[in-house]
């Protein structure tokens, strides 16, 4: 279990994070959604270890961050940050393989590049191994790298924004196969994503932040209301049900159709 305990984070003199109170447990996928700006990539940088909190605490399976050095703390995270630049020389197999790499190894066995092989057939791309990295596109390049965060065997799985660039097909894909890992292994998942439906539809919970603080938490069951998403973003939205699977599916109205 993950446990924070009255996060806030400054940087100079604007406030990022206000006393965030949250309990993730694992073998769920929580999604953090909000507007842009509200400190969501923020929470995970400073989950991560690269932004210092200015109070509060941050502890898994009861022990705190501040119990470990940086390195073995980071050792237990899969982050996928948004927007990463590589401009690498190396092949796809290459890149993904280097997710088994750390600090204290630079060797690889035999094992790592079956299970570099297996994360990319996993994922619909075993076809791009032995493509060089700088020839493909950003979407495929997004999802080279989910498979690169998969070998790391975490116990945290944090990714930001991982459907920015991908068509429909492959957003799909990554999120169902980030669900199943997620129960088979009992990882602790977070996601930022930006499209409220696929994070209805993919969230074990949702963590909307707004400002800063912690505006609401549902988890499986509770009702996500057209009531909150006017509160978080400040934008009307239609709700109707999907009789398929029977979460709500949010259509924005066009500010020339909202009655004052």
Not at 4 to 15: D, H, K, V
Not at 102 to 125: C, K, N, T
């Amino acid at each position: 279990m993950l446990e924070i305990s009255r996060l806030s984070l400054s940087l100079g003199q604007q406030t990022l994070l206000r006393e965030l109170d949250l309990t993730l447990h694992p073998g769920q996928v929580h999604v953090i959604i909000g507007p842009n700006g509200t400190g969501k990539t923020s929470l995970l940088r400073a989950l991560f270890g690269e932004l210092t909190p200015a109070d509060g605490d941050i502890r898994l399976g009861g022990q705190s961050a501040r119990q470990m050095t940086q390195a073995k703390w980071r050792q237990q995270f899969g982050y996928m940050p948004q927007n990463i630049q590589l401009e690498l020389d190396l092949s796809v197999i290459e890149v993904v393989v280097l997710g088994r790499l750390d600090s204290l190894s630079m060797r690889l066995a035999d094992e790592d590049i079956l299970a570099a092989g297996r994360a990319l057939q996993a994922l619909g791309i075993a076809h791009l191994a032995d493509r060089p990295l700088y020839s493909l596109s950003g979407g495929q390049r997004q999802m080279v790298l989910f498979a690169q965060v998969l070998l790391r065997d975490p116990r945290i799985m944090m990714l930001d924004e991982p459907v920015s660039a991908l068509d429909l097909h492959h957003q799909m894909q990554l999120m169902e196969h980030l669900c199943q890992q997620t129960r088979e292994q009992q990882w602790i998942t977070l996601v930022v994503l930006h499209d409220l439906n696929f994070a209805v539809n993919y969230g074990d919970s949702l963590v909307f932040l707004r400002q800063g603080k912690v505006a609401g938490v549902l988890h499986e069951g509770d009702a996500c209301t057209p009531e909150l998403i006017k509160a978080v973003f400040d934008v009307d939205v239609h709700m109707s049900i999907n009789p398929l699977t029977g979460k709500p599916f949010f259509m924005p109205f066009r500010q020339s159709t909202v009655q004052p």
